[in-house]
């Protein structure tokens, strides 16, 4: 494979003659990845560092995890304009679950290991916590870009959030890292992770950092926003949403996630195969299929899916289409269904409807659909 394959997409390799030299080492790597577990969703751009260790698995090396159990409980202060509020430790533990789980679409589960960094940072007295200061300064750390904003603008910075950069890179001590895997955030961090790593007289692991990946917002993909495709999301949802990346986005999706050009078609095309790419990624080729057809049939031919959910008639006559878009359509509220409904974005059997009551037997074994996806079949009586 060689190192070009390693650090495909790689933003910083540092120092890049040290990566050499330990590939030349002859033994497996241990190339670690700290997982963020305040969210429940992995998703398509966390997958992105994910391949890199992959990358390197595939070559004989060891992945290594760190769900950073203990270290959530402060919560990581990267890119945050303020302190991140303590996850609770039961949400924690599910979502390092689903993690991990979610993770194994991508990675190799046989040359992984999973590290909680409770097992060492809960044992640490204060002896050893002061031993771990000493490694940096005040000066240096306020020197890391989000802390050196919140400063100068006399925003508060707790004692604990100064300290998550050396928890961070004494987990690097604590599993003997080479390499640590990490998006362009954490470029401070993993940096820190080599100073710290000398300060206990082991090598220093090397830095790898990757590109983030754009949603179709054109900001960058995260859970918080909710503009991302999660790697366990439903197939149909995958695809849909894969779709929706604008042809500015094409050729970074590609690069980022198939990990190759893009296809010397039109656009379109190029945006069904690489939906077909992710969904097959995450689901099998099976399920990438029925979601394509599920795609061209609901947003393409604006038909109805094959397996529309049914349901019984409300009570009335007329019926009130604003409150069964909310109970049976999972609108967020009555003013939303009435908006959509104005734009003509309800129809029933195909045809939009305008009115806010619908007479009782339109709606008799009709089909009643509200944008794009959401659809019910009542029964006929």
Known sequence: MGLAELTRNAVNVLPAEELEKKLALGRPLRVKLGIDVTAPDVTLGNGIPLQRMRAFQDEGHVGVLIVGDYTSRIGDPS????????IDPAEIDRNAKRFFDDASTIIDPERTEVRFNSEWLSNLDFAEILRLTRTTTVARLLEREDFAKR?????????????????????????????ELGGTDQLFNLLTGRDVMEAYELPPQVAL?????????????????????GLREAAEDQFGKAMRIPD??????????????VPDTDPMQAKLELARFIVTRSHGEEAAGAAEGHFTRVVRRHEAPDDVPEAALPDGDPVHLPGVLVDLL???????????????????????VTALDVPRERLAGATLQAGKRRFVRFHAS
């Not at 890119?79 to 303590?86: F, L």
């Not at 400063?151 to 390499?179: C, G, N």
């Not at 609108?331 to 009435?338: K, V, Y």
């Open 151 to 179: 400063f100068a603008a006399k925003a508060p910075i707790s004692v604990s959030e100064l300290l998550y950069p050396l928890m961070q890179a004494y987990d690097s001590v604590a599993v003997e890292a080479d390499v």
């Open 248 to 261: 500015s986005l094409l050729e970074q999706w590609y690069r980022l996630i198939a990990e190759r050009p």
């Open 209 to 229: 950092t990757v590109a983030y990946l754009d949603s179709w917002d054109g900001t960058g993909m995260s859970a918080s926003r909710g503009n991302y495709i």
């Open 79 to 86: 890119g945050r304009s303020k302190e991140r509020p303590i």
């Open 330 to 352: 999972g609108l967020g509220s009555t003013s939303e269904a009435r908006r959509l409904i104005a734009q003509g974005g309800v129809k029933v059997d195909g045809e939009a």
